[in-house]
């Protein structure tokens, strides 16, 4: 089970000193906890820290599912990512038509044929679990980084992609755990 209220106080303290969460954030944080909740033993408690941790990182904190380059027009991303309009979309940015027609099969949606589907938020969080626990997105699993005989939130960046802001996710990850510790029993 997961006390909801230790978390938000613990994650309010930890990683929103400024009281900047609103509303539609909390209600974000609040679904996301009842998904974890409903698979909390697929993950150790420093994997679901690093899967947090990456959350927190790819959407800017919102817990809401988002595009890449959000703040950014679709003709920007149309002009501008190669691999349009297969563009990062959800809580890990998913991208390539690849991955799109996997996460198809995997959903029983055609995210090929309506990508925005990866939009929402239960499928987004099948996916973010689904490419942790099969190394879908880079060939690389949490359990490749963290494990019983190790916790390397720097080097689990790999599993989504590459090294880029590593430090920046580790730290964020190793507030998660002290979060989740308490918060989860």
């Known amino acids: 089970m997961i006390n909801k209220k230790i ?82 979309r959800g809580y890990v940015q998913i991208t390539w038509k690849e991955n799109y027609q996997y996460y198809s099969k995997v959903l029983g949606e055609d995210l090929v044929k309506n990508p925005d589907l990866a939009m929402i938020p239960k499928y987004a969080f099948t996916i973010l679990v689904d490419g942790f626990i099969k190394g879908a997105f880079t060939k690389k699993k949490i359990t490749d980084y963290i494990n019983k005989e190790k916790t390397d939130y720097k080097g689990a960046r790999r599993c989504i992609n590459g090294t880029d802001k590593a430090e920046l996710i580790a730290i964020y990850a190793v507030a998660f755990e002290n979060i989740i510790r308490k918060s989860f029993s």
């Not at 994997?47 to 920007?76: C, D, G, M, R």
């Open 7 to 88: 978390f938000f106080d613990e994650y309010r303290r930890n990683l929103d000193p400024n009281k900047s969460l609103d509303a539609k954030e909390v209600s974000a944080i609040d679904q996301f906890l009842d998904f974890t909740q409903a698979v909390q033993n697929s993950f150790s408690v420093q994997q679901w820290a690093y899967v947090f941790a990456t959350t927190f990182h790819e959407t800017n904190a919102t817990f809401l599912p988002i595009k890449e380059a959000y703040w950014l027009s679709e003709t920007w991303r149309k002009n501008n990512l190669r691999y349009f309009p297969f563009y990062g």
